[in-house]
């Protein structure tokens, strides 16, 4: 495993972070305490878990809020100030981290957190980067073959081999989430991001079960969103594919020029085509508006990028320091702004 160049104390660092995001999970919070801590317990070794609130209007935030009261010395809870989405709001999580293993896990317990051991385990064999597959996933079919679509069609795309990427249980070494804590990316994919400075990095099975309450917080669009972006965002090959196309469609028009003129000399003016044109063109037309809608992706990430706005706002920090719970907001940097506001741990956030 490599470790950071420079952490706090020894005493003061836990061996495991355990980052979980947290967005309208009232109902199944509950359930995920009475879970995720036992097993933590059962690692034998020094942990934190850091909750954050990625936003929630529901009593989400007043749940971390009293989980952190009755477990002050292994929990750690950030409120953002609005919905900024899972990967940012893990991105809030690994700026907090202070374990030299940090695992990511989801909130609505699809996967057991009985099987952070695993990764753990996995973590101390050497290996800088652990990624999982779940086993008899209990997602829906639609959603289980539109993932195994993606993941075919994002390796061939951006050579970045995950076999389940959709699968937020993961396992990064300190020096892995150190780097991408030194990366100013706007919009990201943090699995990806974190493969491509992996030097060992492996893959273990996992269990999967149902979502304990609630529904999914990803709509069709934002699946396909998301996948877009993790296409776009580490890979210009769909620009080489839209200039492959480009000049295909170039010789092929020019061919049918040039065949059509032929035609016009040898046999005369003719209309009985004119409909094939007209497919044609309407074809053409349909790549043209979609190779405008790619550049365009492109060209609205460097957009977003160029701006520099903050990724993400952090309300409140809950932590304990020297056996004091400590309420703060940290300073302000680079890629992430803070605004201090008090402490919001009763009813839902705004």
């Given at each position: 495993m490599i470790y950071s160049e420079h952490r706090a104390a020894a005493s003061d660092t836990p061996e495991v972070s355990v980052i979980i995001p947290v967005y309208n999970e009232e109902a199944g919070l509950a359930a995920l305490f009475a879970r995720l801590y036992p097993?933590?317990?059962?690692?034998?070794?020094?942990?934190?878990?850091?909750?954050?609130?990625?936003?929630?209007?529901?009593?989400?935030?007043?749940?971390?809020?009293e989980q952190f009261r009755a477990r002050p010395d292994t929990t750690r809870v950030i409120l953002l100030n609005g919905n900024y989405g899972q990967h940012m709001a893990i991105l809030a999580g690994f700026e907090q981290s202070r374990g030299e293993i940090?695992?990511?896990?989801?909130?609505?317990?699809?996967?057991?957190?009985?099987?952070?051991?695993?990764?753990?385990?996995?973590?101390?064999?050497g290996y800088d980067y652990v990624g999982t597959i779940r086993l008899q996933r209990q997602d829906s079919l639609w959603r289980r073959k539109a993932s195994r679509v993606m993941n075919r069609l994002r390796e061939r795309i951006t050579r970045i081999k995950m076999t389940d990427q959709g699968c937020m249980l993961r396992a990064?070494?300190?020096?892995?989430?150190?780097?991408?804590?030194?990366?100013g990316e706007i919009n990201t994919?943090?699995?990806?991001?974190?493969?491509t400075f992996a030097q060992n990095p492996v893959e273990i099975e996992v269990a999967h079960e149902e979502r304990f309450a609630g529904e999914s917080k990803y709509s069709l669009y934002s699946l396909i969103r998301l996948n877009f972006d993790l296409v776009t965002g580490?890979?210009?090959?769909?620009?080489?594919?839209?200039?492959?196309?480009?000049?295909?469609?170039?010789?092929?028009?020019?061919?049918?020029?040039?065949?059509?003129?032929?035609?016009?000399?040898?046999?005369?003016?003719?209309?009985?085509?004119?409909?094939?044109?007209?497919?044609?063109?309407?074809?053409?037309?349909?790549?043209?508006?979609?190779?405008?809608?790619?550049?365009?992706?492109?060209?609205?990430?460097i957009y977003q990028q160029v701006r520099a706005r903050p990724r993400y706002l952090v309300q409140t920090i809950l932590e304990q320091r020297d056996g004091t719970t400590v309420t703060e907001a940290p300073r302000q940097t680079v890629v992430q702004a803070v605004q201090a506001a008090p402490l919001l741990d009763q009813g839902p956030t705004p």
């Amino acid at each position: 495993m490599i470790y950071s160049e420079h952490r706090a104390a020894a005493s003061d660092t836990p061996e495991v972070s355990v980052i979980i995001p947290v967005y309208n999970e009232e109902a199944g919070l509950a359930a995920l305490f009475a879970r995720l801590y036992p097993a933590l317990d059962a690692l034998g070794a020094g942990y934190e878990v850091i909750f954050i609130n990625d936003g929630s209007r529901d009593k989400s935030a007043a749940l971390l809020a009293e989980q952190f009261r009755a477990r002050p010395d292994t929990t750690r809870v950030i409120l953002l100030n609005g919905n900024y989405g899972q990967h940012m709001a893990i991105l809030a999580g690994f700026e907090q981290s202070r374990g030299e293993i940090v695992i990511t896990l989801d909130a609505d317990l699809q996967n057991p957190p009985e099987e952070i051991g695993k990764l753990v385990n996995k973590m101390r064999e050497g290996y800088d980067y652990v990624g999982t597959i779940r086993l008899q996933r209990q997602d829906s079919l639609w959603r289980r073959k539109a993932s195994r679509v993606m993941n075919r069609l994002r390796e061939r795309i951006t050579r970045i081999k995950m076999t389940d990427q959709g699968c937020m249980l993961r396992a990064y070494s300190r020096h892995i989430v150190d780097t991408i804590n030194r990366c100013g990316e706007i919009n990201t994919f943090i699995p990806a991001l974190a493969y491509t400075f992996a030097q060992n990095p492996v893959e273990i099975e996992v269990a999967h079960e149902e979502r304990f309450a609630g529904e999914s917080k990803y709509s069709l669009y934002s699946l396909i969103r998301l996948n877009f972006d993790l296409v776009t965002g580490f890979s210009v090959v769909p620009l080489q594919w839209l200039s492959f196309i480009g000049v295909i469609l170039s010789l092929g028009s020019a061919a049918l020029f040039v065949l059509l003129l032929i035609r016009r000399f040898i046999i005369g003016a003719e209309v009985q085509g004119v409909f094939t044109l007209f497919a044609i063109t309407f074809f053409l037309l349909g790549v043209i508006i979609f190779a405008l809608g790619l550049l365009g992706e492109y060209i609205g990430r460097i957009y977003q990028q160029v701006r520099a706005r903050p990724r993400y706002l952090v309300q409140t920090i809950l932590e304990q320091r020297d056996g004091t719970t400590v309420t703060e907001a940290p300073r302000q940097t680079v890629v992430q702004a803070v605004q201090a506001a008090p402490l919001l741990d009763q009813g839902p956030t705004p």
